[in-house]
């Protein structure tokens, strides 16, 4: 039993992880579209829905 607890955690751990990687990679990309001259709302829009998702995916694992 303590076994599965401590692997349930590693992979909790690293789904935070993956979530957390994932977050900053979108910052990187919003950051980019927002200096383009003609930035595409649409595309930022949805990068920003996603970026959200994760934001409320992470809050949600750190609630658990």
Same mark, same amino acid.
């Given at each position: 039993?303590?076994?599965k607890q401590k692997e349930a955690n590693m992979s909790?751990?690293?789904r935070k992880?993956?979530?957390a990687n !994932?977050?900053?990679q979108l %910052?990187?990309?919003i950051e980019e579209e927002? !200096?383009?001259p003609a930035a %595409?709302?649409?595309r930022l829009k949805d990068l920003k829905r996603q970026k959200l998702k994760i934001k409320e995916e992470l809050r949600w694992?750190?609630?658990s």
């Open positions: 039993p303590l076994n909790l751990q690293g992880s993956e979530l !994932k977050h900053r %910052d990187q990309k927002e !200096k383009r %595409d709302t649409l694992l750190e609630a």
